[in-house]
């Protein structure tokens, strides 16, 4: 039996720092999260896709868009619950042991997940999971100042230089259900590191975040 692949959209009405960003106009859509579903759909890779809240407004969404609503107990959606415990109420929430994707509606520029899933299966006799990021090269400090990955002075090397280094981009994290579940987390201690571009890497955190991938969102699609 071949293994089955589902997509988990968690979401929520309350934002901290853009109000109300899931379910608001994004671009030329009507949402970040109308847009997520309609990616996943397009991308015909999942066996089932789902949407995980306590929202009436995501359920109508999800409803209207011909995907699988998951109800999330309020407190699994505030910020009293720690994340190994929602993460895992979720999971739990989703039949059998399939495959779960991890699909953020904060990734808008994100899409090709077909890809993805591709390079799980090709990974998948040496690496647990499956994590997005973007290589990255450049200087940091910490609060006061003091270098992280590099040195000031005479020891200054080159952006090319420094040591390799990863970001994650939250586009995508995914693992099998039984294999989330022992480890109370998106990946394993062994993730394949699925490398995506600078454009696809971005995350709407806050209201500048929204504007400028609102921007490339409608360039792309002029």
């Not at 968690?10 to 106009?25: A, C, H, L, M, T």
């Not at 009507?30 to 397009?42: A, C, D, N, T, V």
């Not at 999971?129 to 990955?149: C, E, G, Q, R, T």
């Amino acid at each position: 039996m071949s293994q089955e692949f589902v997509a988990l959209i968690p979401v929520r009405e309350g934002s901290q720092r853009v109000k109300n960003k899931n379910f608001r106009p994004f671009a030329n859509e009507k949402s970040l999260m109308h847009l997520k579903i309609r990616q996943l759909q397009e991308a015909n890779c999942f066996d089932e896709i789902y949407v995980s809240s306590d929202s009436e407004l995501a359920r109508e969404i999800a409803e209207s868009e011909g995907v699988s609503f998951l109800y999330r107990d309020p407190y699994m959606c505030g910020h009293d619950s720690r994340l190994y415990e929602y993460n895992n109420y979720m999971l739990n929430t989703i039949p059998g042991n399939p495959v779960v994707a991890w699909t953020m509606v904060t990734a808008p520029l994100y899409y090709n997940y077909a890809l993805a899933i591709e390079a799980y299966k090709n990974n998948s006799k040496d690496y647990d999971s499956l994590m997005s990021v973007i290589k990255y090269d450049d200087f940091l400090v910490d609060h006061n100042a003091k270098p992280i990955n590099c040195a000031f002075g005479h020891w200054h090397l080159l952006t090319q230089e420094l040591r390799e280094s990863y970001q994650l981009t939250g586009g995508i994290y995914m693992a099998s259900k039984d294999r989330q579940l022992q480890w109370s987390y998106w990946f394993g201690p062994k993730p394949y590191m699925h490398e995506v571009s600078k454009i696809e890497s971005m995350d709407v955190d806050d209201q500048e975040d929204f504007e400028i991938c609102e921007l490339f969102h409608l360039h792309k699609n002029s």
